[in-house]
């Protein structure tokens, strides 16, 4: 059977969809780029905000509209929040939630069984296989996503998260170190760990700094990066591990609001003060490091002089990237029924001002680097230019050094001197010089950022 495969919202969606693509292969189906091409339609759906839920529903029909005998199934949290909903949908065959989305190969088969390859799986399900090209990977060839836990014992407010992915719970230790080992033998040069809530990983007693001790010390990969870890719940020791030349410089932290009211009505426990001390606390202990963050406009009762203080506090951080989302209710939610609500004309310019905000700490971040040198893992030739990823964080553009190729450095690790701003609207954040290629156990050395 033909499946094409369709993420929506987070990096641990990705990480779901691409370890069920890898399912799919090893069974002895073909994993498709196109959908038009496609037996089978499976769609990883989203429910963050209104708008993620919208985008679920329509990516959702788009099989049936292009072939009547199109088989679409939905799982991931718009799914499992309406899964009445979901299956309501034209075109829709299967819904399956998230608490068994670990079984729906099997749950396919069940289903639909005159699409069940004959002659069996390829390979030992234990293998964890290389992705086909076609597989839509969320950072190319070179970096990727291991999921770790998931679920969230938190009431936020806002959140839906916890009803649409239960309690949280963590991955074996030695499952996490096998894959991301096999990851490094297939050629993945960064593993991006992800979850819902990874700083509270727990199994047998080890936590999310033994995980990725471990991960250091059993494994090759050449890069390491954690994504979002709780404020609340930051383990001081990964300050010396993202000293590590293997560990990339880059912490992101949701901050959700700048003002103490707002965070309050949000069920958040920090205050604006405990955030920005525990950011000028890592600033100290990892010179360079990127801190990127959330932050939410226009939730419940918000005024304009909590949105000013709110704006004022982005402003001030400095922060290297800014994930501004509008709020929108959430059935099931608290917030859904607090007094206040703001209208969507308003929340639409609270946004815009808060982008504007939040653009000028990014520009200084990229400012402070130029003549620096970085380790930059190029991902990918565009228009004659490779574009990658450096340790903390910068979207880089850079010519291939004179006599290589551009396509042939893609997967490369070099040391790369920061010429410039990118242009806006470009598709980089900053210029680079290639200098010199990276041997994986000196992955991060210019890591600290050198002055020339």
Not at 73 to 80: E, F, K, P
Not at 138 to 163: H, Q, W, Y
Not at 263 to 278: Q, V
Not at 386 to 403: C, I
Request: hydrophobic residues 40%; proline residues 6%; glycine residues 8%.
């Amino acid at each position: 059977m033909r499946v094409h495969f369709t993420n929506l919202g987070c990096k641990l969606n990705q990480a779901e969809l691409e370890r069920l693509a890898r399912e799919f292969d090893r069974a002895g189906h073909q994993v498709v780029a196109s959908l038009d091409q496609a037996e089978l339609h499976v769609v990883n759906t989203c429910t963050v905000t209104h708008r993620a839920a919208r985008d679920s529903r329509k990516v959702a029909r788009r099989g049936a509209r292009r072939r009547q005998t199109m088989r679409t199934v939905l799982t991931g949290c718009y799914a499992t929040g309406s899964p009445e909903e979901a299956a309501r949908l034209a075109g829709v065959d299967l819904v399956i939630t998230n608490d068994r989305k670990h079984e729906l190969l099997r749950l396919v088969h069940e289903a639909f069984p005159d699409c069940v390859p004959q002659g069996g799986p390829r390979t030992s399900p234990e293998t964890h296989e290389e992705l086909p090209e076609l597989v839509p990977l969320a950072f190319g060839n070179t970096r990727t996503l291991v999921k770790v836990e998931d679920g969230c014992n938190m009431r936020c407010a806002f959140c839906i998260i916890p009803s649409t992915r239960g309690r949280q719970r963590s991955r074996p230790l030695p499952d996490v170190v096998a894959e991301v080992r096999s990851m490094a033998a297939q050629g993945f040069r960064e593993v991006v760990v992800t979850g819902v809530q990874i700083s509270h990983y727990r199994w047998r007693g080890q936590t999310l700094h033994d995980l990725a001790l471990a991960l250091l010390e059993e494994t090759e990969i050449p890069r390491i990066r954690l994504t979002s870890l709780a404020p609340w719940a930051f383990d001081r020791r990964l300050l010396k591990l993202l000293t590590h030349p293997r560990v990339c410089r880059h912490v992101h932290m949701s901050l959700q609001s700048g003002c103490d009211a707002t965070l309050e009505r949000m069920r958040r426990p920090y205050s604006s003060a405990e955030y920005r001390a525990l950011v000028e606390e890592i600033r100290r202990a990892v010179p360079g490091i990127a801190i990127t963050t959330d932050v939410i406009v226009g939730f419940p009762g918000e005024t304009a002089a909590e949105l000013d203080a709110s704006r004022s506090f982005v402003e001030s951080m400095g922060f290297s990237r800014v994930h501004v989302f509008s709020y929108s209710p959430r059935p099931g939610t608290e917030a859904e029924e607090l007094p206040g609500q703001v209208d969507p004309a308003t929340i639409k310019a609270r946004a815009a001002a808060m982008i504007e905000a939040a653009a000028v700490g990014e520009r200084r971040f990229r400012e402070r680097h130029v003549g620096e040198t970085l380790p930059v893992l190029w991902e990918e030739e565009r228009d004659g230019r490779l574009l990658g990823t450096s340790d903390n964080y910068l979207r880089v553009a850079a010519p291939a050094p004179d006599g290589e190729r551009a396509d042939r450095l893609a997967g490369e690790l070099t040391a790369t001197r920061i010429v410039g701003l990118a242009a806006d609207g470009s598709d980089a954040a900053v210029r680079g010089s290639i200098l010199a290629p990276l041997t994986s156990r000196a992955a991060g050395a210019a890591g600290t950022g050198t002055s020339p």
